[in-house]
């Protein structure tokens, strides 16, 4: 599993997750969460991971983050890799040292991440003061500095602004101002966009894909939405029930995808350019992670799955040209359909 | 070809597979799940149960006549004689079996505590939906009653009207309790209430048409309910302690009624003489009053869905 | 063609009509003796019609209005004015009980499969309230819990299921014991609250099918609200978008996606994610700046002429009404102006 090469540079990737495999003890027995993913990103680079609830993408980035809560979680195979350095193991210590400096991350949920009690000017020039030991006047003067660069209008007058009195956009930004105070390397986005208006959506995607050129950062985009990183993303992985179904170039991918999960997840949205009446969509649940079914996860779901899809173990990750790959025994049938949106009339 | 790998299924297709196969099971369901397993919860449910079988049975466990001296259950020539196997805790000042005393004290006690509980419960309940569901002035008018009631002491008035009035049997204490502790039931329910009452399943019972009681009733009550048990479990402990508290003060039970807390009251004098005509009914009282504590404290572990892992 | 009222006129055969629909919250301050110290415009004039077997979306984003002008048609909150007027008869000039029969005709649907379901009652108990609080309105010859059941077969949820509680069904599977409860009255209208904004990707078409399937078997009509505009696509004939509490832009949902004229619509079809990376990577997007005025003060003239890339003097001065741009499509606006291929490819797919 470690040929899996995102970019196609042959250095050390800034980022490397190499078979993961996360489980969770729970009073109804163990939810294997993660179940083998790997990627690579590389600085500059955008990645996506997508994935519907219940499939690892969040329980993924924690992983990297190091915030997995243990127990009941632990992390049973595989390795973090930040510039060939392992993560996996690091004791809290050291982690605190690559949290926030080298790796930073932002939620859903801005304002429960924030402070309520605490101006945001404050919040920010927090960072400074813990992480740099700057000075007051120094950390401020820097912590204004980062609200203009995430585009904060009135950022000296803002300083002493509480997170109730910004809109969701807005508070999203200083999240973000917070998390890219030190300069991280690698910049996590989970869900950054899902609770906001699609007018703000897109600012803020705009904005991360800016600070990303900027500051040369590897930014990965943890999202259950396609249409979001669509243009955003180079590269794309798409999990289920703990897997990775399919990854590589993401216009190789919603042009020609050689998994049915992400055919099916792609020929399901919602079509804006035409009204199509009844959506072809994808059957049943996605499974309970506690009794994942045998074989290929997406089984009991597929509309192509056969004999071998239940009776073998769970396909491999496979080259399909390039850097695209899939987890599928059918990959190179499915990809040959190109999709199939459909198109009034 | 594409087509048939679309294959639109129709719409019933759905949700006939997957999700959760287990069997059905209510929230106080998955409640008992959880306490079956808790080794706190079955250590007080035994001396609950026992002592409920006290007090409920005591003539299994020991002669009423032992308690009483026109009875000639008590020989004043035993006064006051160590614990023996004629007297398992001793005897008394009168030489009246401590033992009897203690299984026949446990019936007052363990009333004025249900007792207390229930109509506390009963009372604050009431009082705390109506106040929580129609907000406004009612609320306003509620909430100030509530106020001042919790400004009074709950020893401090207890003695002022115990005093005062005289109630037969146990039921002056009960109402001592009753009076000043249906407030914290109240405040407590009123919170849930208005908490349940902006639910969007009470929205969408408003939507169908549902009268306020209904919603009040089915809907808004059994969602706001769940912390007001824990509480009476743990106040009932409370309230058998009080109950001793002004036994002891002489403002409790009077002759020829007695609870542990008499019991005790009457221990003050020969205490340093004869140190088991206090320890053996403080010690029923405690260990009681620990369990009642300890099983309020499992049931509300169980009750709350957010400390299970 | 050329009327001036907002939809198909006032024509006998809506099933729904809504008229100058408006809803204010007091702001109030104080601990005991509270005073009116603002008040909050939620839904300002808004007017449109539903004919039998139609849907109207109502589109928009958070605090525009959407859910409130839903909340009213249902008679979850009192209209400050205006008047909804439901298969000819006009709610406001209802007595309670009458109010109370007339509440069977029209359900609503909520968005959050999680809250709105009462989580100690079982699905049958659930399902099954509707015909407590209207006995009549249960099936000829059928008992309760074969109602249910058969409601349930209908929703695509196994009625073997019916003593089950909430919890234990997934996100999709609630929401069709919420479909099914909205079902049960046989209405004639539902409004569905962003019916299925909280499910996962693969669960959305699952659901727009049944609601779907839903209209054409029962001839139901639906006010559907929605922050998707790719959803509302799907499932509308006509599209009403809302800005700040007043109707920005209404038309048939062909033409208003193909030729939206109001800047705020433009606006928000263009930020519409695509999912096609090349389609994304082309295709003229408007960005709107600033943040959405706040409703407790909400700006003079045109709502939207702080944010709007169009703006001229008279935006702040004067309120645009709804006037025609092409038949029954009307858009409020002092410069209104088509725009075309802002859903993306346009013909070229």
Redesign the interface.
């Known amino acids: 599993m470690s040929s899996l090469v995102a970019g196609s540079g042959s250095t050390v990737p800034l980022l490397a997750v190499d078979d993961l495999h996360v489980e969770f003890a729970t009073r109804d027995g163990l939810v294997r969460a993660v179940n083998g993913v790997s990627f690579e990103l590389r600085a500059g680079e955008t990645i996506a991971i997508l994935g519907?609830?219940g499939s690892g993408k969040s329980v993924t980035a924690q992983a990297i983050m190091g915030i997995l809560p243990t127990p009941p979680a632990r992390i049973t195979a595989g390795s973090i890799r930040l510039e060939g350095r392992e993560l996996v193991g690091l004791r809290e210590r050291d982690y605190r040292g690559v949290r926030g400096r080298q790796i930073a991350m932002i939620f859903q949920d801005a304002l429960s991440s924030l402070n309520p009690v605490t101006c945001v000017g404050e919040q920010i020039a927090e960072m400074f003061r813990i992480h740099d030991g700057a000075g007051h006047g120094a950390a401020k003067a820097a912590a204004i500095e980062v609200m203009e660069r995430v585009r904060i209008p009135g950022a000296a007058r803002r300083y002493g602004d509480y997170p109730h009195q910004f809109?969701?956009?807005?508070r999203q930004r200083i999240m973000i101002a917070m998390m890219i105070a030190l300069k991280p390397q690698v910049l996590i986005a989970d869900e950054p966009t899902t609770a906001l208006?699609?007018?703000?959506?897109?600012?803020i995607m705009?904005l991360l894909a800016e600070l990303k050129t900027e500051h040369n950062m590897g930014l990965i985009l943890i999202t259950?939405?396609?249409?979001?990183v669509?243009?955003v993303a180079q590269h794309i992985t798409v999990m289920y029930a703990g897997r990775t179904m399919e990854q590589g170039p993401?216009?190789d991918i919603?042009?020609r995808p050689a998994n049915p999960y992400t055919r099916?997840?792609?020929e399901?949205?919602?079509?804006?350019?035409?009204?199509?009446?009844?959506?072809?969509?994808?059957?049943g649940?996605?499974p309970n992670l506690l009794r994942i079914p045998p074989g290929c996860p997406y089984n009991p779901?597929c509309p192509l799955a056969q004999e071998i899809c239940t009776h073998e173990p769970a396909p491999a990750l496979l080259q399909v040209e390039g850097s695209h790959h899939s987890a599928c025994h059918f990959a190179q049938e499915v990809r040959s359909y190109g999709i199939h949106?459909a198109?009034q009339g | 070809m594409s087509e048939s790998l679309s294959r639109?299924a129709?719409?019933?297709?759905?949700?006939?597979e997957?999700?959760?196969t287990?069997a059905?099971?209510?929230?106080l369901g998955d409640a008992w799940h959880d306490l079956r397993h808790s080794a706190l919860f079955w250590v007080s449910a035994v001396i609950i149960g026992a002592v409920l079988a006290i007090a409920a049975f005591p003539n299994a466990f020991a002669d009423a006549a032992k308690t009483s001296a026109l009875t000639g259950g008590c020989d004043f020539a035993d006064f006051l004689q160590s614990p023996s196997e004629a007297h398992w805790f001793g005897t008394d000042q009168l030489g009246c079996d401590i033992y009897s005393f203690t299984i026949f004290g446990a019936r007052p006690s363990i009333a004025v505590g249900l007792i207390a509980a229930l109509l506390t419960t009963v009372l604050g309940t009431v009082v705390g939906v109506i106040s929580g569901y129609y907000g406004g002035i009612v609320d306003?008018l509620l909430s100030r009653l509530v106020d001042i009631f919790f400004g009074l002491p709950l020893l401090l008035g207890g003695i002022v009207i115990l005093s005062a009035l005289t109630f037969p049997s146990i039921w002056g204490v009960v109402f001592v309790l009753v009076i000043l502790g249906w407030v914290s039931a109240a405040r407590l329910v009123r919170g849930t209430t208005i908490e349940a009452k902006n639910?969007?399943?009470v929205?969408?019972?408003?939507?169908?048409?549902?009268?306020n009681s209904?919603i009040m009733w089915?809907?808004v009550l059994?969602?706001a309910v769940g912390p007001s048990i824990v509480v009476a479990v743990i106040s009932l402990g409370g309230y058998i302690g009080a109950e001793a508290t002004f036994s002891y003060l002489g403002l409790g039970l009077k002759d020829p009624d007695f609870s542990w807390g008499t019991m005790i009251a009457a221990a003050q004098s020969s205490f340093f003489q004869a140190p088991w005509t206090l320890l053996f009914p403080a010690g029923f009282l405690t260990v009681t009053v620990l369990a009642v504590i300890l099983m309020g404290e499992a049931v509300r572990d169980g009750l709350d869905p957010k400390s299970r892992a | 063609m050329a009327s001036t009222e907002p939809s198909r006129a006032e024509s006998s055969g809506s099933i729904l009509r809504v008229r100058d629909l408006v809803k204010n919250y007091p702001i109030m301050r104080g601990v005991?003796f509270k005073k009116q110290v603002g008040t909050v415009s939620a839904v300002d004039g808004v007017s449109f019609d539903l004919a039998p077997g139609q849907t109207l979306a109502l589109v928009g984003?958070?605090g525009c209005g959407k859910s409130t002008v839903g909340r009213l048609l249902?008679?979850?909150e009192r209209p400050t004015s205006g008047s909804v007027v439901v298969d000819g008869v006009d709610l406001a000039t209802l007595s309670p009980k009458q109010l109370?029969e007339k509440?069977?005709d029209i359900?609503?649907i909520?968005?959050?499969p999680y809250?709105?379901?009462?989580?100690?009652m079982?699905v049958s108990s659930i399902i099954g309230?509707?015909f407590e609080?209207?006995p009549k309105s249960l099936p000829q010859g059928r008992t309760k819990r074969q109602a249910v059941a058969e409601l349930m077969?209908?929703?695509?949820?196994?009625p073997e299921?019916l003593?089950?509680?909430p919890?234990?069904?997934?996100?999709?599977?609630r929401q069709?014991i919420?479909i099914a409860?909205a079902l049960a009255?046989r209405p004639k209208i539902i409004v569905a609250d962003e019916p299925v904004s909280a499910l996962?990707?693969?669960?959305?078409?699952?659901v727009?099918?049944?609601l779907?399937?839903l209209r054409d078997d029962f001839g139901l009509s639906y006010v559907f609200i929605s922050?998707?505009?790719?959803?509302v696509?799907?499932i509308a004939d006509e599209i009403a978008v809302m800005y700040l509490g007043r109707v920005a832009e209404l038309g048939s949902?062909?033409q208003l996606?193909a030729r939206p004229n109001h800047p705020y619509t433009q606006?928000?079809?263009s930020?519409?994610?695509?999912?096609?990376?090349?389609v994304?990577?082309t295709r003229e997007?408007i960005?709107?700046g600033g943040?959405?005025p706040s409703p407790a003060d909400p700006p003079a003239g045109c709502r939207f002429h702080t944010r709007c890339f169009k703006a001229q003097a008279i935006c702040a001065a004067e309120q645009p009404v709804l006037r025609p741009v092409d038949g029954a499509h009307v858009a409020a606006c002092h410069f209104p102006e088509p725009m075309y291929d802002l859903?993306?490819?346009?013909s070229a797919?």
């Open positions: 519907e609830s809109s969701g956009g807005m208006d699609v007018t703000v959506q897109s600012q705009d259950h939405d396609l249409g979001v669509a243009d993401v216009d919603y042009s099916g997840l792609l399901s949205i919602p079509n804006l350019e035409a009204k199509t009446g009844r959506l072809p969509a994808i059957q649940l996605p779901r949106r198109v | 639109p129709p719409a019933v297709e759905a949700a006939l997957g999700g959760d287990s059905p099971r209510s929230q306003s639910q969007d399943f929205l969408a019972a408003r939507a169908l048409g549902a009268t209904r089915r809907h059994p969602n | 005991v984003e958070s249902v008679g979850l109370l509440r069977r359900q609503i909520l968005q959050d809250t709105s379901l009462d989580p100690r079982t309230e509707p609080i209207h077969d209908r929703v695509g949820l196994n299921f003593s089950r509680y919890h234990q069904f997934s996100g999709g599977q069709r919420g409860r009255l996962d990707v693969s669960i959305q078409a699952q727009m099918n049944l779907m399937d922050h998707d505009v790719s959803v696509r799907q949902a062909d996606i606006a928000l079809l930020a519409v994610p695509l999912p096609d990376p090349i994304q990577r997007r960005t709107l943040d959405l859903a993306g490819g346009g797919r």
